[in-house]
């Protein structure tokens, strides 16, 4: 896969973060919030991001599934051997409540597995990107990627996952999805460590944080779209992570399916 293409998303993925917060950091802004069927919320925000990195991936050769697209039936979608799948804005309930856990998520997937991530933190300036070959990493403080090549951006960032020791097992959960299974799950996890620490947090930052090491395992049981998981999915596998199927054992999840809903699913190591 050409680098190129990685250099492409993280590019694409920083002008959104900048019509993020153009509307987000607007004290007037009332967010312009809509309902779309499943009754979830869309703001002005999430077009805005969704038009910017539409533009940005039309120079490449590859389809593009966005949350904010048009979903093409899988008759047509079917014959897509790679192809980009994209949250413009993760996490809209946590931008409408101003708490920064928001993301933005841009991944390549060739034949059902995603192969090259990226997620950006618009409010922290934090970025992770992953390309199988090349490993995942997590840069701070990016403002403009401007001149820079892949090759800087490595040497710049810190590789997944860090060495984050920590003498409990950490489980981190939803802030806006914490469900009665979730709750079972982490009891569960208390009859098999000695202690057991839940942090929560909204969107693709979850996936991020068991691929940096500061979580053991993330688990949902709650529905999810690909395109809120393809990216992070990207940055957990380069990190030596997976993201498997509840109650399929060691089966990963996998894109571009006819449903595009994920199964329940947990992140942990391999």
């Known amino acids: 896969m050409e680098r190129q293409y ?10 959104a973060g900048e019509e993020i917060l153009s509307v987000y950091n607007d004290s007037e802004s009332d967010f312009q ?29 590859f389809p593009l599934l966005s949350e904010e697209g048009e979903h093409l039936p899988y008759s047509e979608r079917k014959n897509w051997e790679t192809l980009w799948i994209i949250d ?40 992770y990107f992953a390309e199988e070959n090349l490993g995942a990493y997590k840069l701070s403080n990016i403002v403009d990627r401007e001149a820079l ?59 991020c944080l068991v691929a940096e090491g500061k979580a053991d395992v993330y688990p949902r049981f709650a529905p999810t779209m690909e ?5 992070g999915h990207t940055i957990a596998r380069a990190a030596g992570m997976e993201i498997y199927q509840v109650g399929k054992k060691e089966k990963p999840l996998s894109y571009n399916k006819q449903e595009l809903l994920n199964p329940w699913f947990i992140v942990k190591t391999k």
């Open 149 to 207: 090549s892949l090759e800087d951006l490595v040497a710049s960032a810190t590789r997944l996952p860090e060495k984050n020791a920590h003498d409990r097992f950490v489980i981190v959960a939803s802030r806006s999805h914490l469900t009665p299974e979730t709750e079972a799950y982490v009891e569960e996890m208390k009859c098999h460590h000695s202690e057991v620490e839940l942090i929560s947090s909204g969107s693709s930052i979850k996936i």
């Open 227 to 231: 395109w809120d998981t393809a990216a």
């Open 88 to 127: 413009p804005l993760d996490g809209t309930k946590e931008f409408i409540k101003r708490n920064g856990e928001f993301t933005v998520n841009i991944a390549l997937v060739c034949n059902t597995i995603p192969v090259m991530g990226v997620i950006y933190l618009p409010v922290k300036k934090e970025l």
């Open 6 to 15: 990685i250099l492409n998303a993280i590019d694409a993925a920083l002008r």
């Open 33 to 61: 919030i809509e309902r779309k069927a499943d009754n979830s919320p869309l703001t002005i925000a999430d077009r805005k991001a969704h038009e910017v990195i539409t533009e940005f991936l039309s120079s490449t050769p």
